[in-house]
């Protein structure tokens, strides 16, 4: 459920918000609560940015990889703590204080991250099937 919240434009930005909610098939209302979303999170997690992609908008580091692929990155090392910061850090050619950016987002926003790590799982056993379906073919 949302509530309703009246602000004031300037004419500009007002029409340059309904020409690009127009392009991206959305409403104004829709564009103008995803932008100020991901503002106050690009702000609270200094270093982390928005992307669009063919599985919709996604948290990333700036100049960097996804949040959720460092997730998973850290989840599959097998290490804890300290240890696997490093390694991943290391295996992605990252600093480690960049690690820890995209595990502070994930702490915050865990769910949504499990989600996008579990598309991309199903969608990589899906192209695995396939090419697996294409070898036996072929053989």
């Not at 690009?20 to 997690?45: H, K, N, Y």
């Amino acid at each position: 459920m949302t509530t309703p919240l009246s602000i004031r434009f300037d004419p500009d930005l007002l029409d340059r918000l309904r020409r690009t909610a127009v392009s991206r098939d959305t409403t104004p209302s829709g564009l103008a609560q995803r932008l100020v979303d991901e503002g106050l999170r690009a702000q609270e997690f200094p270093g982390i940015v928005f992307r669009d992609g063919p599985a919709g908008r996604r948290a990333a580091l700036a100049a960097g990889p996804d949040v959720w692929e460092i997730a998973a990155a850290l989840r599959d090392s097998g290490l804890r703590g300290d240890e696997a910061v490093d390694v991943v850090a290391d295996d992605l050619d990252l600093s480690s204080a960049r690690v820890r950016i995209a595990l502070a987002y994930y702490g915050a926003h865990s769910a949504e991250i499990d989600d996008e790590i579990a598309d991309n799982e199903r969608a990589a056993e899906a192209a695995q099937r396939s090419w697996e379906s294409q070898r036996r073919l072929l053989a």
